[in-house]
């Protein structure tokens, strides 16, 4: 037993040289920063203020799946170009941010406009970068019921769910396709390459509350087969496979135990 935990301790250890040697640490983000995406292809350049798009409060409404599978915003930060004339039509933010969705009994605000004088204080709310404009959702007044962790937004999303905390969307009438329910799978454990290292346990079901399945395969994993393709902690601290998430948005990869939780025999 206390080697296992030495042998941790050790991993840990040159784990956090190759997230120093990868460029991929930066200043640990705050709770209410975490997730945060700022959008500025076009923007700037049309005398706009950069956009600032937060997970948290999306997330906490809606799945992943609604808006990276249906609506086709990409999962990489300023990659997707949505512009005004997208909006305006009803695409990517738009199809929310519309003037006319109803949710939770608040009429979601319109988002872009040609012409830039006509209201001033709604586009501030989306480009909001060094706007100072008042916010109607305050971070921490929001979560502050929320089950609590201790990495990314600090918040437990998993149990939040669970729980029946948070209840998310999956679909809406005017842009999602009406899909079959979802089948279950067997949650299943990926035995680390190296030895003492606690295996991890990935639950299909927890999942795809979340993801569906269409987020994942093909995309992130190709193949369905468990460890057909040996992927490494290298490559998930770089971003890839389950990175994908779990550096940005997702719980961050400094939360080893939470992965690695059973112990190998
Ligand atoms: C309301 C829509 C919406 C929801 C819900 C949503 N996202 Fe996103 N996501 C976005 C947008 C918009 C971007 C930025 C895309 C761009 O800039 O091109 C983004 C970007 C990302 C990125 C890239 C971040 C980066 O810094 O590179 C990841 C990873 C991601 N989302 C994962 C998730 C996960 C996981 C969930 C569910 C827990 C989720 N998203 C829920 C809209 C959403
Ligand atoms: C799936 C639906 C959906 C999509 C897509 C969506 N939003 Fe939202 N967004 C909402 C809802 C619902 C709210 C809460 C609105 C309210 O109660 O006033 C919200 C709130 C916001 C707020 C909160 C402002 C405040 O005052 O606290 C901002 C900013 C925002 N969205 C930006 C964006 C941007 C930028 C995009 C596209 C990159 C986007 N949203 C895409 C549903 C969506
Ligand atoms: C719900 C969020 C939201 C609101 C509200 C919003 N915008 Fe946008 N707007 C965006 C996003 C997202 C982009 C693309 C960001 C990028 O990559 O530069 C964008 C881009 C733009 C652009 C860039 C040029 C182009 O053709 O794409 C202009 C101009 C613009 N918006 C005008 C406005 C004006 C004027 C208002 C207020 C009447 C407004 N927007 C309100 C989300 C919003
Ligand atoms: C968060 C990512 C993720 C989501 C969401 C997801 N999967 Fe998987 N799935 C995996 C991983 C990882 C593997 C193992 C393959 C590997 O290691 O390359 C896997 C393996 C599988 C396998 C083979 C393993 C087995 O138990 O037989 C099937 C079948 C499968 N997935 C189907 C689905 C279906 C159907 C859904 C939606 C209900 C889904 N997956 C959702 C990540 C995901
Ligand atoms: C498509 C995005 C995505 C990918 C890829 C992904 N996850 Fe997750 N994962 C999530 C989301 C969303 C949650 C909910 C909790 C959160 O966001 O913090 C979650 C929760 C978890 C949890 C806590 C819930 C539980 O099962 O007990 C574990 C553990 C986990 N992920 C492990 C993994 C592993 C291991 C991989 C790679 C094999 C992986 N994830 C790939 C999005 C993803
Ligand atoms: C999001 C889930 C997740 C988190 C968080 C996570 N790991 Fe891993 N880790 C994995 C998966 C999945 C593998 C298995 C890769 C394989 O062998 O197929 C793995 C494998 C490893 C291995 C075995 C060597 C290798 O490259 O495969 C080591 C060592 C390791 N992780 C260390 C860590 C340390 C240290 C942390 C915390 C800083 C951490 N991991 C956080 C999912 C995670």
Not at 30 to 35: A, D, Q, R, T
Not at 110 to 127: A, F, P, Y
Request: hydrophobic residues 30%; glycine residues 8%; aromatic residues 12%.
């Amino acid at each position: 037993m206390k080697t296992k935990i030495v042998t941790f301790c050790l991993l840990f250890f040159s784990a956090s040289i190759v997230l120093g040697q990868g460029g991929v640490k930066k200043k640990r983000p705050l709770p209410h920063e975490y997730g945060q995406v700022v959008m500025d292809i076009y923007s700037t350049g049309a005398g706009m203020a950069p956009v600032i798009f937060d997970h948290w409060l999306h997330r906490a409404q809606f799945t992943c799946r609604l808006c990276h599978v249906d609506l086709g915003f990409s999962m990489k930060a300023n990659t997707t170009g949505v512009t005004a004339a997208d909006n305006m039509k009803g695409y990517y933010c738009g199809a929310c941010h519309n003037g006319k969705m109803s949710h939770n009994n608040r009429t979601v605000f319109e988002s872009c406009s040609k012409d830039l004088t006509v209201d001033q204080k709604r586009c501030d709310r989306c480009h909001s970068q060094d706007r100072y404009a008042k916010k109607d959702y305050d971070f921490y007044t929001y979560t502050e019921k929320f089950p609590k962790e201790r990495f990314g937004n600090g918040i437990d999303w998993e149990k939040a769910e669970s729980d029946g905390v948070i209840k998310l969307v999956d679909y809406l009438d005017w842009v999602s396709i009406k899909r079959r329910p979802l089948p279950m799978l067997k949650d299943f454990s990926i035995h680390p390459k190296v030895r003492g290292m606690p295996d991890i346990v990935f639950s299909h079901k927890k999942h795809t509350a979340w993801n569906g399945c269409e987020l994942c395969h093909p995309d992130i994993f190709p193949s369905v087969k468990v460890g057909s393709r040996p992927y490494s902690m290298v490559e998930i601290f770089e971003g890839k496979f389950c990175g994908t998430c779990h550096t940005s948005v997702s719980f961050p990869l400094t939360d080893c135990q939470r992965c690695h939780t059973k112990l190998a025999q």
